[in-house]
């Protein structure tokens, strides 16, 4: 186990708050999001990040701004109107915590040892981290990586970085350092960090659209899973579900995800999942067709995280469930292929059409007959081929070898 209990810094609930208030779509949510906003940035007295905010939400949609995800619309739907008075109050908070931190730091350089200054920098690091000053609070992580013994300590510190570079969407912070912490972990990482790494490593995947890899990770870290203060439990068990429903066979969603006790806990909490992930094991394709839909709503679209991929995502589903039914039969009517999604007979031309066409369907739609025939390619041919490219591959190899050693 961790030496001790990671907290939840930074408060990685308020650049998702942030998000949804940059989301025209959800707008019957931004008020209430907008003072769970405030009421977070109070409380951990974030001032550095409240100036940010207010630069932000002044500026014109176009302006490419932090802090958020440099891929979404970082123009605020509703105005957060500047409170000078909590401003002031929450940075002469800051200031005045700084200062202690400070005089505690110098008091323990004069008169003490490593561990005592190492213990004074990590708590000047985490308060600039808590309250949101994205370069300070990353510079002062790296000087007590610096000073920290031990390899554990290191790895939180380097978590921390981690959480920071979701906390402020820079994909570069969150890969150097997720690199780092793989490393460290190599060197003597216990089993607590190894799983919550697993977590950290699986949430990065999803941001940028690795679902297979994600859910590997997710599926490992599900009946360990302790790092609370990246995400909740139930969020989680959604992502694992999300990214195990486009990425697992029908075999292993049974048994990895639908059966999984971990999941079953709090399936109760997740009707739109334990509805999309049943119905897609049951083959009622109607009823995925709109737990697909209701997903894309509620989950995909809201999601700081998976809002870049909604799209993606949604036509990846419906491309499975298709191939699933077909795989089947050799062929199908337009019209019962139509029924079993619940969907007009139109509807399934045009979008099978568009699948045929980008070849990740492998059928053919007779118009005449309206019927649509699988023509499944050959197991033999597919090997044939890849004994021919892999063959290609050993002679290039050959003959590049032979010009070195002739």
């Known amino acids: ?8 810094i930074p408060n990685l ?8 208030l940059t989301q025209p779509a959800v707008g019957h949510m931004h008020q209430e999001v907008l ?16 100036r940010a905010l207010l630069s932000a939400s002044q500026q014109p949609p176009s302006t490419p701004l932090s802090p958020t995800s440099p891929a979404t619309s970082r123009h605020f739907q509703v105005p957060l109107l500047e409170d000078k008075a909590l401003l ?27 561990t005592e200054i190492a213990d004074a920098l990590r708590a000047r690091a985490t308060y600039l981290t808590r309250i949101g000053d994205k370069d300070q609070s990353i510079a002062a992580q790296e000087l007590a990586f610096e000073k920290t013994p031990g390899v554990g300590s290191k790895i939180d510190i380097v978590l921390t970085l981690v959480r920071i570079g979701f906390f402020f969407g820079d994909h570069t912070i969150i890969t150097k350092n997720l690199t780092r912490a793989e490393e460290l972990i190599e060197q003597g990482g216990d089993w607590d960090r190894r799983n919550r790494l697993k977590v950290y490593q699986g949430l990065h995947a999803l941001s940028v659209r690795q679902f297979k890899r994600a859910c590997d990770l997710f599926v490992d870290a599900l009946s360990t899973f302790t790092a609370t203060e990246l995400l909740k439990y139930n969020d989680f068990a ?10 697992l066979k029908r075999s292993e969603l049974k048994k990895k995800i639908i059966a999984a006790p971990e999941v ?7 009707p739109i999942l334990a509805e999309l992930t049943k119905s897609l094991y049951d083959c009622h394709y109607d009823k995925f067709f709109i737990a697909l839909a209701k997903l894309e709503q509620a989950q995909l679209l809201p999601s700081r995280v998976l809002h870049p991929h909604s799209r993606f995502y949604v036509r990846e589903m ?11 039969y050799r062929s199908l009517t337009l019209e019962s292929l139509a029924t079993a999604f619940g969907v007009s007979a139109t509807f399934v031309d045009a979008e099978l059409a568009r699948f045929i066409a980008s070849g990740h369907l492998h059928c053919t739609i007779d118009r005449v ?20 490219r892999q063959g290609d591959i050993l002679l290039n190899s050959v003959q590049k070898l032979s010009k070195v050693l002739y």
């Open 264 to 270: 079953i806990q709090v399936i109760h909490e997740l």
């Open 13 to 20: 609930d308020l650049p998702q708050y942030h998000f949804t």
């Open 88 to 114: 002031e109050k929450m940075e002469a908070a800051n200031a005045e915590e700084l200062k202690k931190l400070d005089e505690r730091l110098q008091e323990a350089e004069k008169t003490e040892g490593e």
């Open 35 to 50: 003072t769970n906003l405030v009421e977070g940035i109070e409380k951990d007295q974030m001032a550095p990040y409240y």
């Open 318 to 328: 419906r491309i499975l469930a298709y191939a699933q039914l077909l795989e089947s």
């Open 1 to 8: 186990m961790a030496e001790d209990a990671v907290l939840p």
């Open 369 to 388: 007959r309206g019927v649509v025939e699988t023509n499944r390619p050959s197991a033999k041919n597919a090997q044939y081929e890849s004994v021919l």
């Open 238 to 247: 959604s992502l694992t579900m999300i990214a195990g429903a486009l990425t």
